[in-house]
């Protein structure tokens, strides 16, 4: 069948632009999401989150009547799930996923449930996911059927196609990307291939629904292992005083070997949180992948450490002063560069433990949010940082910050400067 309504649940970083890429075919979207705010936000035209293109998008597709957002579900013919999938918070060391949002969703949905209806979990989840997805819809619709026990005759089709974009480039990413599908059943897979193909250019690979999770698990911690052997030789070289980025920049010219760059830890709502998913399920058997998560989440750590060394050195120098006196300026809040991006950043765990133990002043510089302060922290411009500070915290690599000095008591954790 020919999908005329889609329901997109959450309007997150990558719900919202896959709804307005679908309203930007002339779809009819429907963007359901329990934030008021953005709900109003969307239907005024406008965005709530920053990511390059998407503001023309929303804006085209809301002004045209092809997208509006609402805070309860309606009738659709397909419906897409993109809501966080975060842990528990039950203190265990190897994290528990939290599908709580999920099921709020799949409770969401299933009044407005008809036969012939296509489920899909964009949701990046453990394995196993998306046929519990498809069991709470079962347990509240029991006048449908559903694939797992009816086949490919159910009145639903279920199926999982993880988002696989980056941000700063997800517009682009959405349309040209190759999609990992994964159907419970053939014709499950089958009619989500139709829907993607709306206006997805690349290849929609189709396997089963716990390969299309496996897979996108598996992309993640795959980078977060590369990311853990560059931020474990940054941490071995500053023992054995080698400069860490000449040394990468020397072992890739070998011609297979491609060595990433280090960084102050892993930030952002996929890599940092991924591979936990693979450890849950099978801790004893991801031994490297459970070792890589634990070398990066220790590296905020290490660049505390290395502040706290920096603000004494700084003391000695100047011993008229104290600790109160001293000012710290951050540069760079969010996961990754030139985005508005905080979740799991490293750089404000790092900015935020500053602040805690730090008696004198911090300020961060966060070009890409336009506020006075971020969670407590106070903001502060470029220019007003470098005359004011007396350390520079550098901890992500905006385009802005390019231009900056290198001085005694700049730490450059990104290899920013010269």
């Known amino acids: 069948m020919s999908f005329k309504k889609i329901s997109v649940i959450g309007l ?108 899909v979990l964009e949701s990046t989840s453990p394995v196993g996911a998306t046929e519990q997805m498809a069991e709470w819809l079962a347990l509240a619709r029991t006048d449908l059927t559903f694939p797992m026990k009816a086949g490919e005759s159910a009145d639903i089709s279920i199926a999982h196609c993880p988002e696989r974009v980056l941000p700063g480039h997800v517009v682009r990413e959405l349309v040209e990307n190759d999609r990992v599908i994964g159907g419970i059943t053939a014709k499950c897979s089958a009619r989500a291939v139709e829907l993607y193909h709306t206006f997805v250019k690349g290849d929609c690979v189709i396997t089963n629904a716990r390969t299309a999770e496996m897979a996108k698990l598996t992309e993640n911690s795959c980078r977060d292992v590369q990311i853990a052997f560059a931020n474990e030789l940054s941490v071995i070289c500053d023992k054995l005083d080698i400069d860490v980025w000449e040394l990468i920049k020397l ?33 004893d058997e991801a031994k490297l992948i459970s070792t890589a998560r634990q070398v990066n989440d220790a590296k905020p750590q290490w660049v505390i450490d290395k502040v706290k060394v920096a603000i004494s050195d ?105």
């Not at 952002?268 to 591979?275: K, L, N, R, S, T």
Request: charged letters at 20%; glycine letters at 6%; aromatic letters at 8%.
């Open 12 to 119: 997150g970083y990558i719900g919202l632009p896959t709804a307005a890429m679908f309203a930007s075919y002339e779809k009819k979207v429907i963007g359901v999401d329990v934030n008021q705010l953005a709900v109003d936000t969307i239907n005024r035209g406008e965005i709530h989150i920053v990511e390059p293109d998407l503001d023309k998008i929303v804006y085209t597709a809301v002004n045209k009547g092809f997208l509006k957002a609402v805070t309860v579900p309606e009738k659709a013919d397909a419906f897409l799930i993109a809501v966080p999938t975060p842990f528990k918070n039950n203190h265990s060391s190897i994290p528990e996923p939290d599908l709580s949002y999920i099921k709020k969703a799949c409770e969401a949905i299933a009044p407005v449930l008809e036969k012939g209806n296509l489920v």
């Open 251 to 283: 072992a890739n010219r070998h011609p297979r070997i491609n060595i990433l760059q280090p960084g102050p830890g892993v930030g952002g709502h996929c890599i940092a949180v991924d591979p936990w998913f693979i450890v849950s399920k099978t801790p």
């Open 314 to 418: 700084f003391l000695q120098a100047n011993p008229s002063k104290t600790a109160k006196d001293v000012v710290i300026a951050c540069y760079g809040l969010a996961f990754k560069p030139d985005i508005d991006d905080l979740r799991e950043s490293p750089a404000l765990t790092i900015t935020q433990k500053i602040k805690s133990f730090h008696r004198g002043t911090v300020k961060a510089v966060e070009p890409n949010i336009d506020s006075t302060h971020v969670d407590s922290i106070e903001c502060t411009n470029i220019n007003d940082a470098v005359e004011y500070a007396d350390i520079h915290v550098v901890l992500v690599k905006h385009k802005e910050f390019y231009n900056l000095k290198n001085n005694e008591y700049t730490l450059d954790f990104v290899g920013l400067l010269p």
